[in-house]
Structure formats: C-alpha cells, structure tokens
C-alpha cells in the first residue's frame, strides 16, 4: 500500500529565506503532483512530476522528482508572503489513483 | 469556462438524512472525482469516473454511491448519513486519468 509523507507539516518563516518542503513515498511510482490551497478554497496545481530526474520551476517555486529515492522536493526561494498557502503532493498508485499526503501548512510572515 | 463547480456549497444534515452533491465540468473531461478532506489528513478518494456511465470505487466508497448519467455532470449520495460523514468534499476532474486534475470550490457538509 502506497503511503505519503509530507515533512514538515508546519511551517513558519520570515520573508526573503529559501526553504524546502519534502515528500517521501513508500513504493515505486513515476508520476508527482504538487498542489496548493488557500485557506478556506480550492486546489490549484503547481506541478506535474512525470519522470525521475525531473524539475520544474515557476516563479519562487521549483520542485524535483528522485523515483530511485521516492522523494520530492518543492523548494521555495526568497519567499514572499503570498505564497503562504498549503501544500499537499499527490503520488499515483499502482491503480492509477492519487494518494495525499497530509500537507504543509507554510506561513511566510513579512 | 466556469471550469469545476460544486452544488451546494454548504449544508448541514441530521444523521439518517440523504443528500446529493452536483459536480459540473466544462471542460470535456473524461475523468472525474469525488474526494474528502479532513482536517490534518491529506485527500481522500471516494469515487471516480473514467467517462459517462461509468464508476469505480476509491479509497473511503463505503456510506457513499456516484452516477454519472452525463459526461460533464458527477453526483455523489449520501443515502444515510452519519456524523463519521462531516467533512469537505472537493470534486475534481482532469482529460485523461494520468493529466493533472481541476478541483471545484468544495462543498462543506455537517452531519449532526
């Protein structure tokens, strides 16, 4: 059974610092999502992760698939307060469905 | 395009009662879902759709059935509830089942 495991699942940070958000999972797969979610509101992708060695970046944001690892990463560069949201990635199983991790709550103060 | 919406918004039920929750696309998805979240958990799968007329069971199937009678219309019912069912429920709907998947406003139920 495929489990994922967001580290850390709060966050705090000042303005203008970089941090990384991590996501393990726990059998092969080859496909990642990131998401992210406003207080109170939908999901919204971010990412699509669809091969190891894979990276993308938009804006602050970057993230990179490890398969051999099973781990992701979503970093985040000189943050801004906008981007305090939180951030949930998304692993597919062996039946082609999502399993969540359980989010990282990440409050950037100014 | 309204994209994903969810009908109603926000309800509140006594345990027993039934209800349905509307999802629509306009997207021309083949693939929809129904999910929960709970508080401090992420996403959990209820039942999916990989095109009209069809319906697959996720995670968390059991208190709950879908139709899905048009392509860009989802419903999930709840025939009894029960408080166990209190939560926020996110449809979802991507083009193929691998494609990253559009998430409608939610729809907060309370089941007392």
């Known amino acids: 059974e495929l489990k994922v495991e967001q580290n850390p699942l709060f966050l705090s940070m000042q303005e203008g610092k970089n941090y990384t958000i991590y996501c393990n999972y726990s059998?092969?797969?080859?496909?990642l999502y990131w998401y992210r979610q406003d207080p109170g509101k939908s999901l919204e992708s971010l990412f699509v992760l669809l091969s190891n060695g894979a990276v993308k970046q938009e804006g602050r944001l970057m993230a990179s698939l490890d398969t051999k690892a099973r781990l992701s990463t979503l970093h985040i560069t000189a943050a801004v307060h906008d981007l305090s949201a939180t951030y949930f990635c998304?692993?597919?199983?062996?039946?082609?469905?999502?399993?969540w991790g359980a989010g990282t709550k990440l409050i950037i103060k100014p | 395009n309204a994209g994903v919406t969810q009908t109603p918004k926000f309800r509140v039920l006594k345990t027993g009662q039934s209800m349905t929750l509307l999802c629509a696309q306009d997207?021309?998805?083949?693939?929809m879902y129904w999910y929960r979240q709970d508080p401090g958990m992420g996403l959990r799968l209820i039942h999916y759709s990989v095109g009209e007329g069809t319906t697959a069971k996720g995670e968390v199937p059991d208190g709950y059935n879908v139709s899905r009678l048009k392509k860009q219309n989802f419903l999930l019912g709840l025939e009894s509830a029960a408080p166990s069912q209190t939560s926020v429920y996110f449809c979802a709907s991507s083009l193929g089942g691998l494609d990253e998947q559009y998430f409608g406003p939610g729809t907060r139920l309370t089941v007392t």
């Open positions: 998304a692993v597919e199983d062996s039946n082609y469905q999502l399993i």
């Open positions: 997207m021309n998805h083949e693939y």
């Open positions: 059998t092969t797969s080859d496909r």
